[in-house]
Every structure is written in structure tokens, then in C-alpha cells.
């Protein structure tokens, strides 16, 4: 078992920054590939980006590519996801999860552990 929690969400204007962080705990953090996912409301829950156990190999959703960077201390057993430039648009709860598989892992599905969410709230 893996306990994932997120911290850091909040309000925050348009074009300003916020840096999630997923403290995880239980079993072997850096042997876990982890991602970012958001999910507004009557939407679908969406990769936002996914990184490799070594963080070697990282994905970005094209909605925030050159905006959020995802990163990883395994010392710490944290991921973070740093967020600039922000929009209204990227209101929703943000989660961390994490997959027992190798590489990034795009789907879901895939995933093994989740967070439970924070609410990320960008005012235009």
C-alpha cells in the first residue's frame, strides 16, 4: 500500500504560480512512476503529467506544456508539480497517484494509488 497526499492548492489570480507537492508514504516511493491528474467539475479526470520512478522520462499534457514542470525527490518521498502562468481554465482538483509500473504511465487505469485531491482555484 502506498498513502499519497497533496498539498499546496489554493487560490490564486490568472497568471500567477502555485507548487503542488505529493507526500507519499508505505512502500518503496521511487519504485513508483506518479502523475498529476485534474479534474473540473462534469469533467473527466485528465492527465496533466506523468513521471518515471528514476525521473528519466517525463509526459506533458499539451494544456500545460511550458507552463507546469513535474518533479521528484525520492530522498523525500514528494513529487511536485510547479504551475505558472495560470488560467482560469485550469480550475479543478488536482491528484497525484502512483503506478507500480514502469516508464510514464498515461492511463488511469493504470494507476494504483490516488491521492484525495486539492483544489486548485484561478480567478480571472
Known amino acids: 500500500q502506498v498513502q499519497l497526499v497533496e498539498s499546496g492548492g489554493g487560490l490564486v489570480q490568472a497568471g500567477g504560480s502555485l507548487r503542488l507537492s505529493c507526500a507519499a508514504s508505505?512502500?518503496?516511493?521511487?519504485?513508483?512512476?506518479m502523475g498529476w491528474f485534474r479534474q473540473a467539475p462534469g469533467k473527466d479526470r485528465d492527465i496533466l503529467a506523468a513521471?518515471?520512478?528514476?525521473?528519466?522520462?517525463?509526459y506533458y499534457a499539451d494544456s500545460v506544456k511550458g507552463r507546469f514542470t513535474i518533479s521528484r525527490d525520492n530522498a523525500k518521498d514528494t513529487m511536485y508539480l510547479q504551475m505558472n502562468s495560470l488560467k482560469p481554465e485550469d480550475t479543478a482538483v488536482y491528484y497525484c497517484?502512483?503506478?507500480?509500473?514502469?516508464?510514464?504511465?498515461?492511463?488511469?487505469?493504470?494507476?494504483?494509488?490516488w491521492g484525495q485531491g486539492t483544489q486548485v482555484t484561478v480567478s480571472s
Open positions: 497517484a502512483a503506478s507500480g509500473r514502469s516508464g510514464y504511465i498515461l492511463s488511469r487505469r493504470l494507476y494504483d494509488y
Open positions: 508505505g512502500r518503496t516511493f521511487s519504485s513508483y512512476a
Open positions: 513521471i518515471s520512478w528514476s525521473a528519466g522520462s517525463t
